[in-house]
């Protein structure tokens, strides 16, 4: 299930494991772009730190067995930066490594957007705006079946655009729903340029407080602040939690880093070749 000897190294020690995982998780979310020709790079790179601590450190989950009754659910709201997921997946024995290589190509069990007969996706996603009704759905299952499994939904800012996700939290707070915690990717950009220009969302926190949320906010890229957020979110108890973390689209690469334009948009062989060294540390 979960990777409990990580959980008995320190925090220091934890973090760094977990920040060098990231380093990976990004290389081969930018390798996989690169070759399928296509993709999401902003978004994927700027849930990197969250999705590897989720999947290196937090979730329960089982490789070997996928759909395990009483395992944590992940659901990947904003399905466009399914290359993270893939990635962490691949790394964690879900699938071998060389599908991420066919990455959007017919057939392939890895498309543009997570699909069930992925191994280790509890849902079809990317029709922005259902990931947390449907994540309130499976926790109030897990409530029913008598389980402590936890649900955690990753939602993008620009996604919270969708009356839809507010429709659920006020259902989420009326159930008082205490094993479901939204991940919001707070990286401030979406497709066409600026959250705050395109619809602004004001506080985000102060919102999902006002609807009946513990809410927590975050540097999403520090992996001490990560993990100390969801083992407080995990402690909650008579309503549902949400952490808002503060991201950078792009992260990792310089050039794609706050740039909407790389919200989906391939690296050509230059871009490709200073991303990985950026990644790494490498020398030019």
Not at 149 to 177: F, I, P, Q
Not at 196 to 218: H, V
Request: glycine content about 10%; proline content about 4%.
């Amino acid at each position: 299930m979960a990777s409990t000897r990580n959980r008995k190294r320190s925090l220091d020690e934890r973090a760094a494991f977990l920040s060098e995982k990231a380093r990976e998780v990004r290389s081969r979310i930018v390798d996989m772009i690169y070759k399928a020709k296509s993709g999401h790079p902003g978004g994927a790179l700027s849930a990197a730190d969250i999705v590897t601590a989720l999947y290196f450190d937090i979730l329960r989950v089982d490789p070997a067995n996928p759909r395990r009754p009483d395992r944590d659910r992940f659901l990947l709201s904003k399905g466009h930066a399914c290359p993270v997921l893939y990635a962490c997946l691949a790394m964690r024995g879900f699938f071998g490594l060389e599908h991420l290589d066919t990455l959007r190509q017919f057939g392939s069990i890895l498309q543009g957007h997570p699909i069930r007969k992925t191994p280790g996706v509890d849902m079809t996603t990317g029709s922005l705006g259902h990931g947390l009704s449907i994540g309130l759905g499976m926790a109030l299952e897990g409530r029913l079946r008598g389980d402590d499994s936890c649900v955690y939904v990753m939602l993008g800012d620009g996604e919270l655009n969708e009356g839809h996700v507010w429709e659920a939290a006020m259902a989420a707070a009326k159930y008082r729903t205490d094993r479901l915690i939204a991940l919001v990717d707070r990286n401030r950009l979406q497709m066409d340029g600026c959250c705050d220009d395109i619809m602004p969302m004001g506080d985000i926190a102060a919102k999902f407080r006002a609807f009946g949320w513990k809410t927590f906010e975050i540097d999403g890229h520090d992996m001490r602040a990560i993990l100390g957020a969801v083992e407080k979110a995990r402690r909650v108890r008579g309503r549902p939690t949400c952490i808002v973390a503060n991201t950078v689209k792009g992260k990792g690469v310089s050039y794609m880093e706050d740039r909407f334009e790389w919200h989906g948009k391939c690296p050509n062989v230059e871009e490709f070749a200073c991303a990985m060294k950026e990644i790494w540390g490498e020398d030019s």
